[in-house]
């Protein structure tokens, strides 16, 4: 006999065993023969902001990014010199957009290093949903943008805000799709629960 699943706000790709987690609730415990659950750890959403007077859909300094996990996040495995025993962290740190190769929609990411973060600041990729906003060869690149961590009692926000902009041609786009988050895997809540193969993604379009 089929199980029926259904997903709210999220479409699970059974091929693949990836989630849009966001939202994700489960009906019934099997899909076929392959069990499934409903994650606890998963990245629940990512979000753009647009600075204060600045263009729509045109990357700038003072733009934002804010994402969300499910659970509280064991910091030390986003950060290695962060630890659970402050709710609030603060890193400055580069971020670039990185033009996509023949055509392909350009990405979100951290390019910095830190030497609190030994072994990098693992946040993930971001797909931007669209080509356009690096219009150069060369990335555009935010070496001053500030990363501010808030673990709250059920979830974990992080607000990267984007500063010092230099290099690459920012454009203007004018429609895309939604931004795709990738996570890192490997970050963990709390009880060691890893993130694993989960995505976010934006309700917005056209970002920044």
């Known amino acids: 006999m089929i199980r029926v699943l259904a997903v709210v ?8 065993g990836t989630a849009w987690a966001a939202g994700l609730t489960l009906s019934t415990a099997h899909l076929g023969a392959s069990s499934v659950t409903t994650p606890t ?24 990014i804010g994402f969300v996990w499910s659970q509280q996040v064991d910091e030390a ?25 023949s ?8 390019t910095g290093s830190s030497s609190t973060c030994v072994g990098g600041f693992h946040v993930g990729t971001i797909d931007l ?7 150069s060869a060369t990335s555009i690149d935010f070496p001053t943008t500030t990363n501010v961590l808030s673990v709250g009692a059920a ?3 992080l607000t990267v805000t984007l500063g010092g902009q230099v290099n690459g041609t920012a454009g203007t786009v004018g429609s895309g799709s939604a931004a795709i988050w990738t996570p890192v895997s490997t970050i963990k809540d709390r009880s060691g629960r890893a993130c694993g193969t989960n995505l976010a993604q934006s ?3 056209v970002q920044f």
Request: proline share 1%; charged share 5%; net charge negative.
């Open 155 to 157: 979830t974990t926000t």
């Open 103 to 110: 055509g392909a929609h350009d990405t979100l990411q951290v």
């Open 41 to 64: 750890m998963y990245p629940m959403s990512v979000a753009f902001g647009n600075k204060n007077g600045g263009t729509v859909g045109k990357v700038q300094s003072g733009d934002t």
């Open 129 to 135: 949903g669209a080509a356009g906003y690096d219009t």
């Open 9 to 16: 706000a999220a479409v699970v790709l059974a091929s693949t």
């Open 77 to 101: 495995s986003l950060c290695s010199g962060w630890s659970n025993s402050s709710s609030s962290q603060s890193l400055t740190l580069q971020w670039s957009v990185v033009n996509g190769a």
């Open 203 to 205: 309700t917005t379009t």
